[in-house]
């Protein structure tokens, strides 16, 4: 079936660096990836939709300078969170749907942040 | 689904018993819904989907019931297992983006 690969799964950093987060499409190609970010025992909170050759669409209330998305291509996403924080830390999780913008959706394994 | 933030409501039922985990959608609209299971430090996996021109849509151990009356999903899970202990997420498909329920945490007492 298909998969999508997320990277790092596991990052520990000092507050105030960049961290990258990437998301892969191994055996699709997606035009449209999903970032979302989980607090622990709670649901997951669509934070942007990324689309491939153009700007990523924000859900309000994300700092679109602090969330930094770019779809350079239609098999990878990267979400870089800029100047971290510890409020920062949290599980981020991408998806891709298989067809389109609307198909079955796939998720990657998640990434865990954690800004000491 | 909406996630409102709050905290995971809870379902513990024994092993072989049944399980039905709900949710509740807010837009009339959404066309595509899917049942989603998230174990402990993982992301989410796809269990099984249904559009909103079907009522029912069954799966190995597993059916989804929808009611666009009530606008609410059900998933059913048969003959729970230790390995069916997990999260469950409903989504809906609103427009192009997917928004998903608050969840519930399954616990299988064996």
């Known amino acids: 079936g298909a998969v999508v690969s997320q990277h790092p799964s596991r990052v520990i950093c000092k507050s105030g660096t960049s961290v990258k987060i990437e998301c892969r499409s191994l055996?699709?190609?997606?035009?449209?990836m999903f970032w979302y970010r989980q607090f622990p025992k709670q649901s997951l909170m669509l934070m942007a939709t990324?689309?491939?050759?153009?700007?990523?669409?924000?859900e309000q209330g994300v700092e679109k300078d602090k969330f930094l998305i770019n779809h350079a291509s239609l098999t990878l996403s990267t979400l870089t969170v800029t100047s971290a924080h510890p409020e920062d830390s949290s599980f981020y999780i991408c998806?891709?749907?298989?067809?389109?913008?609307?198909?079955?959706?796939?998720f990657g394994e998640g990434s865990r942040l954690t800004v000491l | 689904g909406e996630s409102v933030g709050l905290h995971l409501p809870t379902l513990s039922v024994q092993e072989g018993d049944n399980s039905i985990i709900n949710c509740a959608y807010s837009?009339?609209?959404?066309?595509?819904f899917i049942w989603y299971k998230q174990e402990s430090g993982k992301g989410p996996q796809f269990i099984i989907d249904?559009?909103?021109?079907?009522d029912k849509r069954q799966g190995q151990r597993v059916t989804v019931l929808l009611n666009k009356t009530v606008k609410h999903l059900s998933l059913q899970i048969a003959a729970t297992q230790p390995g069916d202990s997990a999260v469950y997420f409903c989504?809906?498909?609103?427009?192009?983006?997917?928004?998903f329920g608050t969840g519930t945490s399954l616990t299988v007492i064996p």
């Open positions: 837009n009339s609209a959404s066309d595509y």
């Open positions: 249904i559009r909103s021109n079907m």
């Open positions: 990324s689309n491939e050759g153009s700007k990523a669409t924000y």
């Open positions: 989504a809906d498909l609103t427009g192009n983006q997917f928004y």
């Open positions: 998806s891709a749907p298989l067809q389109g913008a609307t198909g079955e959706l796939f």
């Open positions: 055996d699709f190609q997606a035009t449209t």
